[in-house]
Structures are given as structure tokens and as C-alpha cells.
């Protein structure tokens, strides 16, 4: 059975935030394994997101720090972070509508991530959007 968008975004957030963690204590890893073990059926979308965010995520981390004020990206949990990044990403480099990236965003931090996290993560898509339009 396919998964749905939203299903996959999921999954998304969850290879970038392993990524993260192996990325934290230097451990080597294959995306390409990440991504078998996290989905079964091979799915261009996970794929394109998860390389895109991972080859873009200095440019990325850049435009969350610019709309996090005070706040960096590296202060948030690891999870809010592959939400934000993943959000980003598509926001910027794909022709998803920027409401359904920061709804589908806001949706996964509701589940994944605390209150405060979310109210970042909501903001900062917001004035990205803004800004982009």
C-alpha cells in the first residue's frame, strides 16, 4: 500500500534525524541504507527530499537562523530540527505550496516535538514564506 505525503514526510523526519545522531558521534552510514531501513518501497520523493536537504543544509540551517532571531538551529531538538529543515527544503527547492509544506510541517511537530518547538518552527516558516512570496 502507498504511503500517503504526509506518511513520507514522516519518514523523512525520521532518516534526517538519524542522520543527525550518527552525524553528532562521527559515525559513518549510507544514506541509501537509511533510507531502505526507514520504507520499504522505493519512493522518489523521500529520496529527492532526503538528498536535498542533506546537500543543501548549510544554505538550509542559513535561512532558519535568519528567521530564528536570537535562537540558531543547533538550539532546537534534533527532531524539531529535521522538521524545520525538511520544511525548508521543500519550501525552497520544490513547487510544493508553501501552506501545505508549513501545514504538513506544524502537523509533525505537533506529534514529534513540544509546544515551544513548534511555535519556532511555525514562526520561522511563516516569515520564510512570507519573504519568498
Known sequence: MALT??????????????????KKYSAQYDI??????????????VREVVY????????IDELANKYMGSWKIDRIDKTG??????????????????????????????KYSDDAVRKIINAVLDKAYKDKE
Open 5 to 22: 505525503r504526509s506518511e513520507l514526510r514522516e519518514k523523512i523526519m525520521i532518516i534526517l534525524y538519524q542522520i543527525e545522531i550518527l
Open 52 to 59: 536535498g536537504v542533506t546537500t543543501h543544509i548549510e544554505n
Open 32 to 45: 541509501e541504507e537509511i533510507i531502505k531501513d526507514n520504507i520499504e518501497i522505493d519512493n522518489d520523493f
Open 81 to 110: 530540527a529535521s522538521i524545520l529543515r525538511m520544511a525548508l527544503y521543500e519550501l525552497y527547492y520544490t513547487n510544493t505550496p508553501g501552506i501545505v509544506v508549513i501545514n504538513e510541517a506544524i502537523e509533525l511537530a505537533k
